[in-house]
Each structure stands twice: as C-alpha cells, then as structure tokens.
Antibody, heavy 124, light 107 residues
Framework: QVQLVQSGPEVKKPGASVRVACKASGYTLTGYYMHWMRQAPGQGPEWMGWFNPNSGGANYAQKFKGRATMTSDTSINTAYLELKRLRSADTAIYYC?????????????????WGQGALVTVSS | DIQMTQSPSTLSASVGDSVTITCRASQSISSWLAWYQQKPGKAPKLVLYQASTLQTGVPSRFNGRGSGTEFSLTISSLQPDDFATYYCHQYHSYPYTFGQGTNLEVK
C-alpha cells in the first residue's frame, strides 16, 4: 500500500534553512509527481509546488520561488523540500502528497495520498 | 490566483442531521474541485474529486455538486466520525488553492 512517511519536527531560528524528507513506499518515487503543501495554524493548506523525481524538474508557486528547492534521492525513494531564509510566517506543518503518474502529466491533480506532516517552527 | 471562499466557517449540527457546505471560486474551474476532511493532528483525507465523484471507501452519505464557480458538499445523516474540518481545493490551474475551511462541530 502507498505510504508517505515524513521526517520529524524541526525548530529553526529566523534566517536559517530547513529540509523536510518524505519517504515513499508501496510505489516507485520516479513514477509519480510529488507535490508539497504547507498549513499554518488555523488555516487551509497552501500549495507550494510540484517536483518530477524522474527528471528533477519542478514548478514552484511564485511565493516560494528562490526560497524553496525540491529534490529527491531515488536510491532511497525519498523526496525533499528545502526552505531557506526562514521567517516566523513559515511556521507551519509541511506535507508531501503524491501527484499523478508521469505519463498523465502534472495537471489536474487532486491528492489521495499525503504524508503525515512535519511541523516546522521558526522562532528566535 | 483563483480564490476559494467557503461558507460557513463554522457549522454546528447533531448526529443524524443533514448539512451543506458551500465553496465559491473566483473564476470558473469547470468541475476540477476536490473536498477533503481533516481531523486534528492528521493530514487531509480526500472525500470527493471532480466535484461529485466519491473517493473509494467514502460513505455514500457524502454528496458533491456544482460546476463553474459554485459548489457544495452535503453530508446526510451525520455520523460521529463526520465531525471535522472540511476544505475545498481547486485543481483547475496553478497555483492550486484551497478554501479556508469549514469546522463541522457537535451542537
């Protein structure tokens, strides 16, 4: 069965970087797009971008361009999200979610499989 | 960006009631809308996609309608497990956007 297991909670100071891991099981990472969302306390999810683990290509929401980087290590079936220059407004739960198969494309994607979330707290 | 506006923000109901949550998109998204249920400390769970298609395993008391800019989620004969926060999500175009949520609470 498909599972996405994320890394544990992180506490960072403003200006630092954080990397969140998302280990996939039950399928091959390179066969599907991976999307990242975040959810601040009391708010709806916010889409951050998608990543193609086969090509290394990515599409970031404008808000995160230049600050977010999505990568993967296909040898361990794991995707990563790095966010730099953290500020207090980045405090949120970060989720990975599996997208469509590569042959379908990155469009028209709803999310059936989600990671359990990783809490990132930014505080001085 | 397409704005998704849900109403109400909070809905109080009892077991056995029927409730409706609405979601409005700031521009037409055809039927590219999903609904998720989220419980505290958990990831969102897919309930419906393409506005009205029930995800496998979701009870038939969940019903979705709408197209264009106006959508609704109706839950009939509420069960204790249904009390949660519900989000709509447009996947018509990037950046994908979500509603702010409707908290369905016990009256």
């Amino acid at each position: 069965q498909v599972q996405l297991v994320q890394s544990g909670p992180e506490v960072k100071k403003p200006g630092a970087s954080v990397r969140v891991a998302c280990k996939a099981s039950g399928y091959t990472l390179t066969g599907y797009y991976m999307h990242w969302m975040r959810q601040a306390p009391g708010q709806g999810p916010e889409w951050m971008g998608w990543f193609n683990p086969n090509s290394g290509g990515a599409n970031y929401a404008q808000k995160f361009k230049g600050r977010a980087t999505m990568t993967s290590d296909t040898s361990i079936n794991t995707a990563y999200l790095e966010l730099k220059r953290l500020r207090s407004a980045d405090t949120a739960i970060y989720y990975c979610a599996r997208g469509r198969t590569l042959w379908f494309g990155e469009t028209l994607t709803y999310f059936e499989y989600w990671g359990q979330g990783a809490l990132v707290t930014v505080s001085s | 960006d397409i704005q998704m506006t849900q109403s109400p923000s909070t809905l109080s109901a009892s077991v056995g009631d029927s409730v409706t949550i609405t979601c409005r998109a700031s521009q037409s998204i055809s039927s590219w809308l999903a609904w998720y249920q989220q419980k505290p400390g958990k990831a969102p769970k897919l309930v419906l996609y393409q506005a009205s298609t029930l995800q496998t395993g979701v009870p038939s008391r969940f019903n979705g309608r709408g197209s264009g800019t106006e959508f609704s989620l109706t839950i009939s004969s509420l069960q204790p497990d249904d009390f949660a926060t519900y989000y709509c999500h447009q996947y018509h175009s990037y950046p994908y956007t979500f509603g702010q949520g409707t908290n369905l609470e016990v009256k």
